[in-house]
Protein backbone atom coordinates (compact mmCIF):
# COMPACT_ATOMS: atom_id res chain seq x y z
CA UNK A 1 0.00 0.00 0.00
CA UNK A 2 0.93 3.71 -0.73
CA UNK A 3 2.28 5.23 2.56
CA UNK A 4 2.02 9.05 2.68
CA UNK A 5 4.36 9.31 4.91
CA UNK A 6 7.07 8.16 2.82
CA UNK A 7 5.73 10.38 -0.07
CA UNK A 8 9.08 11.91 -1.64
CA UNK A 9 8.47 15.67 -1.07
CA UNK A 10 11.55 17.02 -2.78
CA UNK A 11 13.83 16.21 -5.05
CA UNK A 12 16.81 17.07 -6.36
CA UNK A 13 18.38 14.92 -8.93
CA UNK A 14 22.35 16.05 -10.12
CA UNK A 15 22.37 20.02 -9.59
CA UNK A 16 24.78 22.22 -11.03
CA UNK A 17 25.51 25.81 -10.78
CA UNK A 18 28.32 28.50 -11.05
CA UNK A 19 28.73 31.77 -10.72
CA UNK A 20 30.81 34.34 -12.49
CA UNK A 21 33.25 35.19 -10.07
CA UNK A 22 35.80 38.35 -9.94
CA UNK A 23 37.42 39.01 -13.28
CA UNK A 24 35.29 36.55 -15.11
CA UNK A 25 35.74 33.44 -13.63
CA UNK A 26 33.79 31.37 -13.34
CA UNK A 27 33.19 29.11 -9.80
CA UNK A 28 31.90 25.84 -9.89
CA UNK A 29 29.56 25.99 -6.80
CA UNK A 30 27.19 22.89 -7.31
CA UNK A 31 28.73 20.37 -8.28
CA UNK A 32 25.76 17.31 -9.25
CA UNK A 33 23.78 17.73 -5.81
CA UNK A 34 21.40 14.91 -5.48
CA UNK A 35 18.92 13.76 -2.35
CA UNK A 36 15.84 13.42 -1.70
CA UNK A 37 13.33 14.79 1.38
CA UNK A 38 10.20 12.69 2.30
CA UNK A 39 7.48 14.05 3.67
CA UNK A 40 7.19 15.41 7.37
CA UNK A 41 10.97 14.71 6.98
CA UNK A 42 13.71 16.94 9.49
CA UNK A 43 17.02 16.85 7.00
CA UNK A 44 19.93 19.14 7.98
CA UNK A 45 22.05 20.00 5.12
CA UNK A 46 25.92 20.45 7.16
CA UNK A 47 29.09 22.03 5.48
CA UNK A 48 31.28 24.38 5.78
CA UNK A 49 30.87 28.18 5.25
CA UNK A 50 31.09 28.79 1.60
CA UNK A 51 30.51 25.19 0.15
CA UNK A 52 27.13 25.98 -1.42
CA UNK A 53 24.25 25.79 1.11
CA UNK A 54 22.87 29.13 0.68
CA UNK A 55 22.76 28.66 -3.49
CA UNK A 56 21.12 25.38 -3.11
CA UNK A 57 18.24 26.04 -0.95
CA UNK A 58 17.79 29.46 -3.00
CA UNK A 59 17.70 27.06 -5.82
CA UNK A 60 14.82 24.57 -3.91
CA UNK A 61 13.00 27.72 -3.11
CA UNK A 62 12.93 29.02 -6.59
CA UNK A 63 14.79 31.96 -5.80
CA UNK A 64 18.12 31.26 -8.26
CA UNK A 65 17.85 28.47 -11.13
CA UNK A 66 20.33 25.72 -11.70
CA UNK A 67 22.48 25.76 -14.29
CA UNK A 68 21.12 21.79 -14.80
CA UNK A 69 20.00 19.34 -13.28
CA UNK A 70 16.11 18.54 -11.43
CA UNK A 71 14.53 19.96 -8.61
CA UNK A 72 11.06 18.66 -8.12
CA UNK A 73 8.67 19.80 -4.74
CA UNK A 74 5.72 17.94 -4.70
CA UNK A 75 3.45 20.08 -2.65
CA UNK A 76 -0.08 20.81 -3.01
CA UNK A 77 -0.01 24.74 -4.00
CA UNK A 78 -2.24 25.77 -0.97
CA UNK A 79 0.56 25.59 1.42
CA UNK A 80 3.92 25.64 -0.51
CA UNK A 81 7.12 26.62 0.28
CA UNK A 82 8.15 28.80 3.54
CA UNK A 83 11.58 30.32 3.83
CA UNK A 84 13.54 31.67 6.71
CA UNK A 85 16.64 33.65 6.39
CA UNK A 86 20.18 33.99 8.11
CA UNK A 87 19.22 37.75 8.56
CA UNK A 88 17.08 39.55 10.35
CA UNK A 89 14.20 40.15 7.81
CA UNK A 90 10.97 41.50 9.98
CA UNK A 91 9.66 44.66 8.38
CA UNK A 92 10.80 47.22 11.33
CA UNK A 93 7.34 49.46 10.46
CA UNK A 94 5.15 46.68 11.55
CA UNK A 95 4.39 45.38 14.75
CA UNK A 96 4.78 41.63 15.61
CA UNK A 97 1.12 40.49 14.51
CA UNK A 98 1.06 42.46 11.48
CA UNK A 99 4.63 41.05 10.74
CA UNK A 100 3.02 37.82 11.24
CA UNK A 101 0.00 38.27 9.10
CA UNK A 102 2.12 40.01 6.13
CA UNK A 103 2.31 36.61 3.92
CA UNK A 104 -1.68 36.13 4.80
CA UNK A 105 -2.09 39.53 3.74
CA UNK A 106 -0.76 38.45 0.21
CA UNK A 107 -2.89 36.09 0.16
CA UNK A 108 -5.94 37.85 0.48
CA UNK A 109 -6.64 36.43 3.63
CA UNK A 110 -9.60 38.66 5.44
CA UNK A 111 -8.63 40.63 7.89
CA UNK A 112 -10.36 39.10 11.11
CA UNK A 113 -9.13 35.68 9.82
CA UNK A 114 -5.38 36.87 9.39
CA UNK A 115 -5.57 38.19 12.89
CA UNK A 116 -7.01 34.85 14.61
CA UNK A 117 -4.44 33.18 12.61
CA UNK A 118 -1.39 35.58 12.93
CA UNK A 119 -2.33 34.94 17.01
CA UNK A 120 -2.47 31.46 16.53
CA UNK A 121 1.22 31.28 15.58
CA UNK A 122 2.58 33.75 17.85
CA UNK A 123 0.86 31.52 20.83
CA UNK A 124 3.30 28.74 19.45
CA UNK A 125 6.19 30.60 19.60
CA UNK A 126 5.87 31.82 22.90
CA UNK A 127 5.19 35.32 21.50
CA UNK A 128 1.90 36.37 21.53
CA UNK A 129 2.24 38.80 24.74
CA UNK A 130 4.30 40.59 22.24
CA UNK A 131 2.01 40.94 19.10
CA UNK A 132 1.33 44.91 19.49
CA UNK A 133 5.43 45.55 19.99
CA UNK A 134 7.62 46.59 17.19
CA UNK A 135 10.77 44.58 15.77
CA UNK A 136 13.09 46.96 17.94
CA UNK A 137 12.14 46.35 21.13
CA UNK A 138 12.74 42.67 20.90
CA UNK A 139 15.64 40.40 21.69
CA UNK A 140 17.56 38.32 18.73
CA UNK A 141 15.88 35.28 19.96
CA UNK A 142 12.46 36.76 19.99
CA UNK A 143 12.87 38.30 16.70
CA UNK A 144 13.40 34.88 15.71
CA UNK A 145 10.04 33.55 17.20
CA UNK A 146 8.77 36.11 15.24
CA UNK A 147 9.84 35.42 12.22
CA UNK A 148 9.64 31.57 12.54
CA UNK A 149 5.48 32.10 13.39
CA UNK A 150 5.43 34.63 10.10
CA UNK A 151 6.88 31.32 8.61
CA UNK A 152 4.34 29.20 9.57
CA UNK A 153 1.28 31.77 9.52
CA UNK A 154 0.85 30.42 5.53
CA UNK A 155 0.99 27.02 6.88
CA UNK A 156 3.69 25.83 3.68
CA UNK A 157 4.16 22.03 3.61
CA UNK A 158 7.79 22.67 3.41
CA UNK A 159 10.39 25.01 5.44
CA UNK A 160 13.42 25.93 4.32
CA UNK A 161 15.81 27.27 6.87
CA UNK A 162 19.01 29.11 6.61
CA UNK A 163 21.17 29.20 9.30
CA UNK A 164 18.91 30.88 10.85
CA UNK A 165 20.49 30.83 14.96
CA UNK A 166 23.45 31.37 13.38
CA UNK A 167 23.64 34.94 15.51
CA UNK A 168 22.43 33.97 18.53
CA UNK A 169 24.45 33.41 21.46
CA UNK A 170 24.46 29.54 22.54
CA UNK A 171 21.69 29.14 26.01
CA UNK A 172 19.40 31.50 22.89
CA UNK A 173 20.61 29.32 20.73
CA UNK A 174 19.66 25.88 22.30
CA UNK A 175 16.41 26.78 23.44
CA UNK A 176 14.96 27.65 20.07
CA UNK A 177 16.54 24.16 18.86
CA UNK A 178 14.63 22.11 21.29
CA UNK A 179 11.56 24.76 20.42
CA UNK A 180 11.72 23.92 16.74
CA UNK A 181 11.74 20.56 17.23
CA UNK A 182 8.71 20.84 19.84
CA UNK A 183 6.72 23.01 16.88
CA UNK A 184 8.17 20.64 13.99
CA UNK A 185 6.27 17.28 16.23
CA UNK A 186 3.22 19.57 16.87
CA UNK A 187 2.97 20.85 12.99
CA UNK A 188 4.82 17.86 10.86
CA UNK A 189 5.90 20.30 8.58
CA UNK A 190 8.88 18.92 5.94
CA UNK A 191 12.03 20.66 6.99
CA UNK A 192 15.23 21.38 5.37
CA UNK A 193 17.48 23.19 7.69
CA UNK A 194 20.77 24.73 6.79
CA UNK A 195 23.48 24.74 9.32
CA UNK A 196 27.53 24.62 9.23
CA UNK A 197 26.71 23.48 12.96
CA UNK A 198 27.77 19.19 13.80
CA UNK A 199 25.92 19.45 17.03
CA UNK A 200 23.18 21.77 15.77
CA UNK A 201 22.89 18.98 13.02
CA UNK A 202 22.86 16.36 15.14
CA UNK A 203 20.26 17.66 17.84
CA UNK A 204 17.92 19.08 15.09
CA UNK A 205 17.86 16.10 12.19
CA UNK A 206 16.44 12.68 10.86
CA UNK A 207 19.07 12.94 8.37
CA UNK A 208 22.09 14.86 7.79
CA UNK A 209 23.21 15.76 4.55
CA UNK A 210 27.23 16.62 4.27
CA UNK A 211 28.43 18.42 1.81
CA UNK A 212 32.21 18.41 0.51
CA UNK A 213 34.08 21.50 -0.11
CA UNK A 214 33.47 23.58 -3.20
CA UNK A 215 32.83 22.35 -5.75
CA UNK A 216 30.28 20.94 -3.26
CA UNK A 217 28.69 17.11 -3.69
CA UNK A 218 26.89 15.39 -0.96
CA UNK A 219 29.80 13.64 0.35
CA UNK A 220 28.12 11.33 3.12
CA UNK A 221 24.45 10.83 4.95
CA UNK A 222 24.12 10.59 8.58
CA UNK A 223 21.08 8.64 9.64
CA UNK A 224 20.04 9.68 13.67
CA UNK A 225 17.76 7.50 15.22
CA UNK A 226 18.13 9.15 18.30
CA UNK A 227 15.10 9.97 20.60
CA UNK A 228 13.66 13.45 21.03
CA UNK A 229 14.56 15.48 22.67
CA UNK A 230 18.09 14.70 22.59
CA UNK A 231 20.32 14.79 25.60
CA UNK A 232 23.87 15.94 23.71
CA UNK A 233 25.76 14.87 26.89
CA UNK A 234 24.82 11.37 26.11
CA UNK A 235 27.52 8.90 24.47
CA UNK A 236 25.12 8.04 21.55
CA UNK A 237 24.91 11.86 20.70
CA UNK A 238 28.60 12.59 21.44
CA UNK A 239 29.55 9.05 19.32
CA UNK A 240 27.50 10.20 16.30
CA UNK A 241 28.46 13.91 16.38
CA UNK A 242 32.31 12.98 16.85
CA UNK A 243 31.50 10.66 13.67
CA UNK A 244 29.81 13.78 11.18
CA UNK A 245 32.84 16.06 13.02
CA UNK A 246 35.46 14.01 11.89
CA UNK A 247 33.84 13.55 8.64
CA UNK A 248 33.00 17.71 8.12
CA UNK A 249 36.95 18.46 9.65
CA UNK A 250 38.91 17.23 6.13
CA UNK A 251 35.75 18.79 4.11
CA UNK A 252 37.07 22.66 5.64
CA UNK A 253 40.98 21.68 5.55
CA UNK A 254 40.08 21.02 1.73
CA UNK A 255 38.00 24.41 2.09
CA UNK A 256 41.37 26.36 3.50
CA UNK A 257 43.36 25.15 0.74
CA UNK A 258 41.95 26.94 -2.04
N1 LIG B 1 25.26 35.72 -6.76
C1 LIG B 1 26.51 35.27 -6.66
N2 LIG B 1 27.48 35.71 -7.49
C2 LIG B 1 28.74 35.24 -7.40
N3 LIG B 1 29.16 34.34 -6.52
C3 LIG B 1 28.25 33.86 -5.65
C4 LIG B 1 26.87 34.29 -5.66
N4 LIG B 1 26.21 33.63 -4.68
C5 LIG B 1 27.11 32.83 -4.09
N5 LIG B 1 28.34 32.96 -4.66
C6 LIG B 1 29.55 32.21 -4.29
O1 LIG B 1 29.18 30.85 -4.20
C7 LIG B 1 29.86 30.21 -3.14
C8 LIG B 1 28.84 29.56 -2.22
O2 LIG B 1 28.09 30.56 -1.54
P1 LIG B 1 26.91 30.20 -0.54
O3 LIG B 1 25.87 29.41 -1.26
O4 LIG B 1 26.47 31.48 0.07
O5 LIG B 1 27.65 29.27 0.54
P2 LIG B 1 27.24 28.89 2.04
O6 LIG B 1 25.81 29.27 2.24
O7 LIG B 1 27.48 27.42 2.15
O8 LIG B 1 28.17 29.63 2.96
C9 LIG B 1 30.70 31.28 -2.48
O9 LIG B 1 32.01 31.16 -2.98
C10 LIG B 1 30.05 32.56 -2.90
O10 LIG B 1 30.99 33.60 -2.95
MG1 LIG C 1 24.90 30.53 3.64
Known amino acids: MHDPKNKVLIEVIDVHKSFLGVKGREIKVLNGISFHVKKGEFVCLLG ?8 LLRIISGLERQDKGIVKVNV ?8 MFQKPSLFPWRTVLKN ?4 LELKGVPKEQRKEIALKYLSLVGMEKFSENYPHELSGGMEKRVTLAR ?9 LMDEPFVYLDAQTRNTLQEEIISIWEKTRKTVIFVTHSVDEAVFLADRVLLMTALPSTIKEEFP ?3 KRPRDRTSPEFVEIRKEVLRSLR ?3 EKASVI
Open 151 to 159: SLATDPDVL
Open 48 to 55: PTGCGKTT
Open 76 to 83: ENRGGVGF
Open 100 to 103: VEFG
Open 224 to 226: VTL
Open 250 to 252: KEV
